[in-house]
């Protein structure tokens, strides 16, 4: 008989599940054995039964200098003596399996090594218990003994339990191991403890810096990836940040690649309330007033005269010449000459005309625009997309509770847990709403989605008419004041031709007065002049797009030290400006789109949708549009970096940031086990 392969545990009641897991685990012939001990122990016993057994079974043993463990000092130097064998165990079997077992012996032994395996590492931590009650026999002492198939009355009494596998090495134990391996032997005393004493010190300092770490990363001042992450393996990381994602054409990859976006927390601090609707979204907002426009007579009359024959009838050319005599494409439906109106009725009434065909509207509000040809439009025929909704339908409390309402829905669908609305409130009272009952009908319609944390960032704009902007401020501020508002800072939007941020500073005194926090579009289709203007003139904390900053080598290395963050949004820049995407040949001669770039260097950049509807994108289309537009494309470590920058810089209150950022990260661990992470790699 083989007894190397001699089967101890035939006859326990739990054999077939005691064999499981032993194969499970991977648990197979022992090749050495280290025994740990006490002074006085005999291991005759155990020497003659390694002999019956597998005379070929190296043996070493370590005795600690006390009969038995009934002191401090004693309890400390047997302690020592662990550390100091489990790092020279693990060094030599680096190439080869090492367990850890326990086999008798008081519970501060299993503290002990239990602390030094989950330091140095092992592939698995077994306890074998010896379950006999006071009044039974003690277990045989002879060594023949344990090579006979015992009856299940006497196997029953032991029970071998595996506490965890797969412990990972703590990167620090390489300085331990280094004084281990100083050593001239491998002992312990009562009179001094090097190893222990060292691995205390190890812990303490890393426990602080941990904490450090820990509280600097949330507070976004490291720049770095989700802290948990570095607590993966090795393999796991080497695919986050092996891996490329919107470098494929081909369809079930891209398919897997946005599955995995779409699960992913997202944050959002770039969206303008303005620009989210498509199409038939816009439609869906209209009925709203479905009811009040079908028992209007003069509004139908007017529809009958001017554009319902048009659209019934197909008449596309004359319809888009109609609306192209208009300086303003869709003023004519905004402030109908021949009506005595309330907004936004006429243009709900001219949208509900397209019920059945929104196709048909499509075509009007894009003007045959294809994914080929919707880039480098200038900002000017970018917004004049956006004309028909915005300010032209958001003009109630029906139509702006029903846009916010589609704009939560869809970041819930996207797992978007963090959003900041902008919109300029101003610009939506023309329907005999004041601005501050728009800016309540926003907040209410955002308190329906609670999963998601939502903030409001007010516009001024620097092409209107400056007292509007200065009423923007003013706004703000007596909102601030109150303090009973979402609204977390200001943004400058608008043609950067138009003013600059330097012309703007007076303006904005009242803003920096009351600490408000600011973040300025800049560098967008004027140059980092803009961008300097922003941050000096006007104390930018964010800068919206910043797609000129590599020209400005010396600003980009303040923004990296002072952290100031920078809100790309690919879909919308690549339709107003126009940049490389491997995916349209006819890009090829644009230049290369900066956030990879801006990424590596250590920029805090991060990833946004600006008007979703009107660049017809989502929130995880616009992290692959993102991936599409970086060469090389980008990894998921990149892309889960996007996202920790984005959470890091929002405007809320620095607890609800880090609540957030907790979120995130627990919610990123889970999808790394997922089967949807599984299937991208």
């Not at 790092?87 to 090594?113: C, H, N, V």
């Not at 071998?160 to 797969?166: G, K, L, N, S």
């Not at 009908?441 to 620097?462: D, K, N, Y």
């Amino acid at each position: 008989m083989d007894r190397s392969k001699f089967d101890f545990y035939e006859n326990h009641p739990a054999a077939s599940k005691l064999r499981l897991q032993a194969q499970e685990a991977g648990l197979g012939p022992v090749d050495e054995l280290w025994v740990i001990t006490t002074l006085g122990t005999d291991l005759t016993k155990l020497e003659e039964w390694i002999q019956l057994w597998k005379p070929c079974l190296e043996l070493r043993s370590f005795v600690v200098s006390a009969e038995d463990l009934g002191t401090p000092e004693e309890l400390r130097c047997f302690r020592e003596l662990v550390f100091q064998v489990t790092g020279q165990a693990r060094k030599k079997s680096e190439d080869a399996k090492f367990w850890i077992s326990l086999a008798g012996g008081r519970k501060t032994m299993s503290a002990d090594m239990q602390a030094a395996a989950n330091f140095f590492g092992c592939d698995g931590l077994l306890h074998v218990l010896d379950r006999s009650h006071r009044e039974q026999a003690r277990l045989p002492t002879d060594a023949k003994d344990f090579l006979k198939k015992w009856s299940t009355f006497q196997i029953e009494r032991i029970l071998p339990v595996i506490i965890e596998q797969a412990l990972p090495r703590n990167p620090m134990s390489d300085e331990l191991q280094k004084l281990i391996s100083s050593l001239p032997t491998l002992s312990a005393s009562k009179t001094g403890s090097p190893v222990l004493d060292q691995y205390e010190k190890i812990m303490r300092d890393s426990a602080q810096l941990f904490a450090n770490y820990h509280d600097e990363l949330l507070d976004g001042r490291a720049s770095t990836n989700f802290l948990a992450l570095y607590s993966l393996p090795e393999r796991v990381l080497n695919q986050l940040r092996g891996i490329s994602i919107g470098c494929s054409k081909d369809k079930s990859a891209i398919q897997r690649e946005l599955t995995w976006l779409k699960c992913l927390p997202k944050p959002e601090l770039h969206c303008h309330l303005g620009g989210i609707l498509s199409v038939e979204e816009m439609i869906e907002v209209a009925r709203v007033h479905q009811a009040e426009i079908e028992h209007n007579k003069s509004l139908q009359d007017w529809l009958q005269a001017e554009w319902r024959p048009l659209i019934r009838q197909n008449c596309w050319e004359d319809l888009n010449k109609k609306l192209g005599e208009q300086k303003n494409r869709w003023r004519c439906l905004r402030e109908p000459s021949s009506l005595n109106i309330r907004q936004p009725l006429a243009v709900c009434a001219f949208l509900l005309e397209f019920r059945e065909k929104p196709a048909a509207l499509e075509k009007l509000v894009y003007e045959d625009l294809t994914e080929d040809s919707f880039l480098s439009l200038g900002i000017e025929r970018y917004e004049a997309i956006g004309n028909l909704q915005g300010s032209g339908l958001l003009q109630s409390e029906q139509t702006i509770r029903a846009a916010t309402k589609i704009l939560l829905a869809k970041a819930k669908l996207h797992n978007v847990i963090y959003l900041e609305i902008r919109c300029s409130p101003l610009n939506y009272t023309k329907g005999d709403l004041s601005a501050h009952q728009v800016v309540k009908t926003i907040e209410q319609a955002c308190e329906e989605f609670p999963e998601i944390s939502t903030r409001l960032v007010f516009i001024g704009s620097r092409h209107g008419e400056q007292n509007i902007l200065q009423e923007h401020v003013q706004l703000a501020t007596q909102m601030h004041q109150a303090g009973r508002s979402k609204l977390v800072a200001f943004d400058l939007a608008g043609n950067e031709e138009k003013r600059n941020p330097s012309e703007i500073r007076e303006d904005f005194l009242p803003l920096l007065e009351k600490c408000i926090q600011i973040t300025i579009h800049a560098g967008e289709t004027a140059q980092a002049e803009s961008i300097w203007q922003a941050v000096y003139h006007l104390q930018a904390d964010r800068i919206g797009h910043g797609l000129k900053l590599g020209d400005h080598p010396e600003l980009l290395r303040r923004f990296i030290d002072r952290r100031i963050a920078v809100e790309m949004c690919p879909s919308s820049n690549q339709q107003i400006v126009g940049f490389q995407d491997f995916m349209l040949p006819n890009t090829a001669h644009l230049p290369s789109y900066p956030l990879k770039e801006y990424l590596q260097q250590g920029l805090k950049v991060c990833v946004n949708t600006d008007n979703p509807g009107i660049s017809r994108t989502d929130f995880s289309q616009e992290l692959h549009q993102a991936a599409r537009l970086s060469p090389g494309g980008l990894s998921p470590w990149d892309v889960l970096q996007l996202l920790r920058n984005g959470f890091t810089a929002g405007f809320c209150e620095r607890e609800e940031r880090k609540r957030v950022l907790r979120k995130a990260e627990q919610e990123i661990m889970q999808i790394l086990q997922s089967d949807t992470w599984r299937a991208l790699i």
